[in-house]
């Protein structure tokens, strides 16, 4: 596809080149996901108990999390299989197998999933924390969020030819985490949803310290193609926490919050959509791929322009580089994409500058009402204002 208008400079990036490298495999990776044939009229929720194997995840005083893990899994897996119909579950792992990294998001994405839920038990340095909390796709607003997401993806590095594999991703290095902001993540708000209830049953229902909804950029999170949420269910290292992590009684408290905040989140979207369980997704399109106006209303807004083509292109990730945020402008006589939506110029500017590693011909347009203004006339109006 040709842009048509081609950009002048090319700035250099700071990001160095085994990023790039990284960034494009991981765009490719999802955007090769075969979408496997859906089970009809069904839910598919893939649970991934992390850790496993010869990686045994946070150390407490007398368990590994990787054991804690699979049981809370298996466990809310029994809940859903056995009290709703709708439901199928698959695992990532249901045994104390080695899984890489990588495989777990995949394993999702080609049984075309409805819900992705890692679970996991986290680990503080001091040994009083205690508590859940609840994680989604997201940039860390905080350092102690990124910490969980770092000590999280650091696994990775225990995997044979991890540098390969991960085309020199550095969990350990805050630099690396500069690729989740590329993508905006197109299910965030169902992932939040999902999350918020989470954190709910575990509060009111099972008594649990509510650290609330967090987000990070986690790489399972990251290269899953649907609503998605990572769920630290408590401290293995706080010895109490660690005793109800382990013991049967909690495992079992835990897996069901897990299981009926899935169940309202299915029966809340069931009810608004008034279809069944599903069966919005059977004909192997999802919702909300994009918008097709750039704006309807009249305000003045900056864009970056990543293609044009005489013929009409679907939205969705696959067909633009896995960038999920793609908005349609038509001007006789091709079709113009273009992702992001900026009041302000040099937001667009900067933006285009992420853009730019998987489309180095993207430029900034302004888009007034659906239609393109020459960028100069753009940029006076704003400067009259
Ligand atoms: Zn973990």
């Given at each position: 596809?040709?842009?048509?208008?081609?950009?002048?400079?090319q700035?250099?990036?700071?990001?160095?080149?085994?990023?790039l490298?990284f960034?494009?495999?991981?765009?490719?990776?999802?955007a090769?996901?075969?979408?496997g044939?859906k089970?009809?009229?069904?839910?598919?929720?893939v649970?991934?108990?992390?850790h496993?194997?010869k990686?045994?995840?946070?150390?407490?005083?007398?368990?590994?999390?990787?054991?804690?893990?699979?049981?809370?899994?298996?466990?809310?897996?029994?809940?859903?299989?056995?009290n709703?119909?709708?439901?199928?579950?698959i695992?990532?792992?249901d045994d104390?197998?080695?899984?890489?990294?990588?495989?777990?998001?995949?394993?999702?994405?080609?049984?075309n999933?409805?819900?992705?839920?890692?679970?996991?038990?986290?680990?503080?340095?001091?040994?009083?924390?205690?508590g859940?909390?609840?994680?989604?796709?997201?940039?860390?607003?905080?350092?102690?969020?990124?910490e969980?997401?770092?000590?999280?993806?650091?696994v990775?590095?225990?995997?044979?030819?991890?540098?390969?594999?991960y085309q020199?991703?550095?969990?350990?290095?805050?630099?690396?985490y500069?690729?989740?902001?590329?993508?905006?993540?197109?299910?965030?708000?169902?992932?939040?949803?999902?999350?918020?209830?989470?954190?709910t049953?575990?509060?009111?229902?099972?008594?649990?310290?509510?650290?609330?909804?967090?987000?990070?950029?986690f790489?399972?999170?990251?290269?899953?193609t649907?609503?998605?949420?990572?769920?630290?269910?408590?401290f293995?290292?706080?010895?109490?926490?660690?005793k109800?992590?382990?013991?049967?009684e909690?495992q079992?408290?835990?897996?069901?919050?897990?299981?009926?905040?899935?169940?309202?989140?299915?029966?809340?979207?069931?009810?608004?959509s008034?279809?069944?369980?599903?069966?919005?997704q059977?004909?192997?399109?999802?919702?909300?791929?994009?918008?097709?106006?750039?704006d309807?209303?009249?305000?003045?807004?900056?864009?970056?322009?990543?293609?044009?083509?005489?013929?009409?292109t679907?939205?969705?990730?696959?067909?633009f580089?896995g960038l999920?945020?793609i908005?349609?402008i038509?001007?006789?006589?091709?079709?113009?994409?273009?992702?992001?939506?900026?009041t302000?110029?040099?937001?667009?500017?900067?933006?285009?500058?992420?853009v730019e590693?998987?489309?180095?011909?993207a430029?900034?347009?302004?888009?007034?009402g659906n239609?393109?203004?020459p960028?100069?006339?753009?940029?006076?109006q704003?400067?009259?204002?």
């Amino acid at each position: 596809m040709s842009t048509g208008i081609k950009n002048g400079k090319q700035h250099t990036f700071n990001i160095c080149i085994s990023l790039l490298l990284f960034l494009f495999v991981v765009i490719s990776s999802v955007a090769a996901s075969d979408n496997g044939p859906k089970t009809e009229g069904k839910w598919v929720i893939v649970i991934d108990p992390g850790h496993g194997g010869k990686d045994p995840g946070a150390v407490g005083s007398f368990s590994f999390e990787k054991n804690i893990n699979l049981a809370i899994a298996l466990r809310t897996g029994e809940y859903l299989q056995a009290n709703l119909k709708n439901v199928k579950v698959i695992y990532t792992r249901d045994d104390d197998s080695t899984v890489d990294l990588r495989e777990r998001p995949k394993i999702a994405n080609k049984n075309n999933a409805d819900l992705f839920i890692s679970i996991h038990s986290n680990w503080a340095k001091s040994k009083s924390v205690t508590g859940a909390e609840t994680y989604i796709m997201g940039l860390a607003k905080n350092e102690a969020n990124l910490e969980v997401a770092m000590k999280e993806n650091e696994v990775l590095l225990r995997e044979d030819d991890h540098s390969t594999k991960y085309q020199g991703f550095d969990p350990k290095s805050p630099e690396s985490y500069i690729i989740f902001s590329l993508t905006q993540n197109l299910y965030q708000k169902q992932s939040s949803e999902l999350a918020s209830k989470v954190q709910t049953e575990f509060s009111e229902r099972v008594n649990r310290n509510d650290r609330g909804v967090q987000q990070a950029g986690f790489w399972v999170l990251f290269n899953t193609t649907m609503p998605a949420v990572l769920i630290e269910t408590g401290f293995i290292t706080n010895l109490g926490e660690e005793k109800y992590l382990n013991s049967t009684e909690g495992q079992d408290y835990l897996a069901s919050a897990i299981y009926r905040a899935c169940r309202e989140y299915i029966n809340d979207i069931e009810s608004k959509s008034g279809i069944p369980a599903g069966a919005s997704q059977d004909n192997g399109s999802k919702p909300n791929m994009g918008s097709v106006d750039a704006d309807s209303s009249n305000e003045l807004l900056f864009m970056v322009q990543v293609s044009a083509s005489g013929t009409r292109t679907e939205i969705k990730p696959e067909n633009f580089n896995g960038l999920k945020d793609i908005s349609e402008i038509y001007t006789e006589p091709r079709y113009r994409y273009a992702t992001g939506r900026f009041t302000d110029y040099s937001e667009a500017v900067k933006y285009r500058k992420q853009v730019e590693s998987v489309y180095p011909g993207a430029f900034v347009i302004a888009v007034k009402g659906n239609k393109i203004l020459p960028l100069h006339q753009a940029l006076e109006q704003k400067r009259k204002k």
